[in-house]
């Protein structure tokens, strides 16, 4: 019952936001459908953490690695509509490009998500996750500036045809379920095709062939080089809450349904084949990723190739595989979503004071924003993988896979990659921090909601960082547990 | 068997040529117009395949499929593509970046490439060559348009060829995907389509033209 509302509530919720014309009360009513939300979703969590996986009919299932995902995504939304309720100040003009519009979509890109999240059939998460495409594709081109036309049309063509190989994929392995004699309700069902995973072996070439399909299908929404053309252009051009929404959200659920593929291809043809091709998509975008954000000059599309870095680093997990990696690239999912989610708060702060992303036209923020500045260099530090912080658990567990299963050029590779990033991003920050004002910023002036949401971000990097919550570690430990 | 009989089994066996047909068509065709039709057309041969499995299979979900894939694929799609070419005032010309000689030699090479790529599988699944290259052939070609035609509307109809190859893979191997799923893509499509309809009205407002190519702004 929890499960169906926590998705019927945004859908219905994000058609009542439309009647409120009044940008005020379009803000008031979607913090408190907001709030509801997320104590549903909560309650939902505790529910499959205390008696196990939620069934609603034969579509829907949350069992613990749904609520792992589901924990990071209601953290972030937390955060996105608290930021957003004081960022959408300055709407910008056209057709859908006020508030109402704004968090109606936002409702239903959360709706598409947690479906994700929780299909029990492989092809309704197929088009739950085209769905977060369609849902989304509005809110990327919001501003409705040549930029933000471009970036919407590149996000739109890109991901529909990625995801068109996906759906190949899933046709692919429904067949090899059906030949292996499983019935077409059961073949698309995960569960079922887990338990029958050693069956499917007798099509070895048809499941390798699925998951190839899979792989860049799903590939192409997570990010993967070289299918990320959509994602810098998309994280830069959308409205701030947005960016953090697609970066820290959006993307894990794209993990999320890679795992889950990954599981059952496991199963059937044995972990060699999907986590060496996952390695090489992690190791790829790694270092791509990792050498552009030298040479970045905006300070959105540096956060972007940062996930896209961060990415590659959870696909290497999840590659490796074994318990530390598979910690490992679940936790990172998390704390990088939290870290991402501050820096992009921080660059929509600047970008609003400064009217510019432009890094080299930045000087002097220290000064002039030191709020933002604050919390740019929290994020920035975390992002790196410095130690106090959350993400240098994660980064360190991956590490210490490889290095334990003797996987060093993978992990050198690792190492250098990030002491690479390390120095772009200490390049670019002491820059803007740095030197004189150019000019006096008229509204440097924070309101609460921004920097409460920054701040539980920053507070969250330390706390995880010092020590994992138990209630945290417990959830984790059921994702874990679904994967065994 | 009667007549429906014999239909459906010279469907069968010929569907595959005259979806190779369409695509060597849509090739050379030089008009926006002319390739919407040969959308509708390609659509309306596989609406035939879809019926034909039904009364072959004895499928009774098969048969919405079909009325699904006519009413959406054959009716409303093309019309729509009619009003949006009309209501943009765009130019008739696809704005091809290669030649029609050129493209109809890439699309002849897609077709020997599906032929070679499915021939190990043909057999393992069990369905005729001719039918699984025919899938693959219409996927590279709808990837093949979308990047060699600059116009907004051509690339959206690429995606849909590309579809429409996706669609009968599943058809011929597996008789179609249960039908709940089968409606929630169409509905995808179908919202995709609307939205990519509502960005390119955005585009040629913005930027008073409706050439994809000439998109450069984000890069690096």
Redesign the interface.
């Known amino acids: 019952m929890i499960l169906l509302l926590a998705l019927i509530l945004p859908v219905v919720g994000a058609g009542l936001l439309l009647l409120f014309s009044n940008p005020r009360a379009a803000t008031r009513a979607a913090l408190a459908l907001g709030s509801v939300e997320i104590a549903v979703i909560s309650a939902l969590i505790r529910q499959v953490h205390l008696s196990g996986a939620v069934e609603v009919g034969r ?1 829907l299932r949350a069992d613990g690695l749904s609520a792992f995902f589901l924990v990071g995504m209601a953290f972030v939304f937390a955060l996105v509509l608290l930021y957003s309720s004081g960022y959408l100040r300055h709407p910008g003009e056209g057709r859908f490009s006020s508030p109402r519009w704004f968090y109606a979509l936002c409702f239903l890109f959360l709706f598409t998500m947690i479906s994700v999240c929780v299909s029990a ?1 492989l ?2 998460l ?2 739950m996750m ?2 977060t ?2 849902a989304s ?2 809110l990327v ?1 919001f501003y ?4 933000a ?6 996000y ?2 890109v991901c ?2 990625g995801i ?1 190989f996906a ?2 994929g899933t ?1 692919v392995l ?2 090899a379920g ?2 292996a004699g499983m019935s ?2 059961a073949a ?1 069902d995960w569960l079922a095709l887990n338990t029958a995973a050693p069956h499917l072996g007798l ?1 070895i ?2 499941v390798k ?1 699925a998951f190839v399909f899979i792989l860049v299908g799903y590939g192409t929404k997570i990010g993967f080089v070289p299918m990320h053309s959509w994602l ?2 998309a994280h ?2 959308a409205p701030t809450p947005i960016s953090a929404l697609l970066s820290a959200v959006l993307l894990n659920c794209a993990v999320y349904a890679v795992i889950r593929f990954d599981a059952i291809v496991s199963g059937a043809v044995g972990p060699g084949f999907p986590h060496s091709l996952l390695l090489l998509f992690g190791v790829m975008s790694l270092v791509v990723a990792g050498l ?1 954000i030298l ?3 905006n300070l959105k ?1 540096l956060m972007a190739y940062s996930s896209i870095e961060h990415m590659g680093i959870i696909a290497i997990g999840l590659g490796l595989g074994g318990p530390l990696g598979l910690f490992g690239a679940l936790l990172h999912t998390f704390n990088h979503s939290v870290a991402k989610s501050l820096l992009f708060f921080g660059a929509g702060n600047v970008r609003h004071n400064l009217s510019t992303l432009r890094m080299e036209a930045i000087r002097g923020i220290s000064r002039s924003l030191p709020q933002t500045s604050a919390a740019l260099v929290v994020g920035g530090l975390a992002i790196v993988g410095l130690p106090p912080f959350s993400l240098f658990i994660s980064e360190f567990a991956i590490l210490s896979q490889a290095f334990g299963d003797g996987r060093y050029f993978v992990a050198i590779l690792f190492l250098v990659i990030l002491s690479v990033v390390f120095g772009g991003f200490a390049h670019h920050l002491l820059g803007m921090l740095c030197g004189e004002p150019d000019r006096r910023s008229e509204a440097s002036r924070l309101i609460p909601s921004e920097y409460t949401a920054m701040g539980i971000a920053a507070v969250c990097l330390v706390w995880f960082g010092a020590r994992i919550p138990a209630t945290f570690g417990d959830l984790l430990r059921d994702a874990m547990a679904v994967l065994r | 068997m009667g007549l429906v009989g014999i239909a459906t089994g010279k469907v069968l066996s010929s569907f595959s040529v005259f979806l190779f047909l369409t695509i060597l068509l849509l090739a050379v065709a030089r008009r926006i117009s002319t390739s919407v039709l040969l959308f509708s057309l390609q659509s309306a041969v596989i609406t035939a395949e879809v019926l034909a499995t039904a009364i072959q299979e004895k499928l009774a979900e098969a048969w919405v499929v079909g009325l699904l894939v006519f009413a959406i694929k054959v009716v409303a799609i093309p019309r729509a593509f009619f009003v949006l070419a009309r209501r943009l005032k765009t130019v008739r010309d696809v704005k091809a970046s290669t030649t029609p000689t050129q493209s109809v030699f890439i699309v002849a090479v897609m077709i020997y490439l599906s032929y070679a790529g499915v021939h ?2 043909g057999q ?2 069990h369905v005729p060559d001719d039918a699984l290259a025919a899938a693959v052939a219409l ?1 590279l070609t709808g ?1 093949f348009l ?1 990047v060699s035609r600059t116009k ?1 509307i051509m ?1 959206m109809l690429g ?1 849909l060829v ?2 429409n190859g ?1 669609f009968l ?2 058809l011929i ?2 008789f179609g ?2 039908l ?2 089968e409606i ?2 169409f ?2 499509i179908l ?2 389509l609307l ?2 309809g ?3 009205f ?2 040629s407002d ?2 008073d033209h409706l050439d ?1 190519s000439k ?1 450069r ?2 890069r ?1």
């Open positions: 579509y059939n092809g309704l197929w088009i085209e769905g495409t369609l594709a509005l081109g409705n500036t040549e930029g036309v471009e970036a919407g049309w590149k739109l063509i529909t045809v068109a759906l190949f046709i429904y067949l059906v030949k077409p309700a698309l099509d070439h048809l062939l810098p252009d830069a051009e552009l040479v970045q000059r599309r | 190990s599988y393992a699944v996927i990837a979308m907004a690339q995606l590309l579809e996706i893979a599943a191997t597996t995907m249960p709940v799923i929630g893509i509905f995808d919202m995709g939205l990519m509502i960005f390119s955005r585009i913005t930027f994809v998109l702004r984000l690096g």
